[in-house]
Nanobody
């Protein structure tokens, strides 16, 4: 089992930035990729970005390209999501997840372990 804990959420004004962190523990050797998702009020959870552990290759949803950046710190088994130019519609609970699959994917079915989420609220 892999345990995940997200942090870094909070309240920010539109146009501001936040950096989310996701620390993994437990059987981290099974992780091939990590991803970020979010669920906005009244909406389904959606994929944002993923990163492959072996070569740091990344995969983004089109609507976050240029604003969000996923990165990692191998030594800390931690993945980050840097979010810039935040908008009120970015308000959501943000989740990280791990995958044993090598191919990067935006499908929730490819992800095995999930964190509890961290709230991000963007005020206008």
């Amino acid at each position: 089992q892999v345990q995940l804990v997200e942090s870094g959420g909070g309240l920010v004004q539109a146009g501001g930035s936040l950096r989310l962190s996701c620390a993994a523990s437990g059987r981290t050797f099974r992780i091939n990729a990590m991803g970020w998702f979010r669920r906005a009020p009244g909406k389904e959870r959606e994929f944002l970005a993923a990163l492959r552990w072996s070569d740091s290759d990344t995969y983004y949803r089109d609507f976050v390209k240029g604003r969000f950046t996923i990165s990692r710190d191998n030594a800390k088994s931690t993945v980050y999501l840097q979010m810039n130019s935040l908008k009120p519609e970015d308000t959501a609970v943000y989740y990280c997840a791990t995958s044993t699959a090598v191919i990067l994917s935006g499908s929730e079915a490819r992800y095995d372990s999930w964190g509890p989420g961290t709230q991000v609220t963007v005020s206008s």
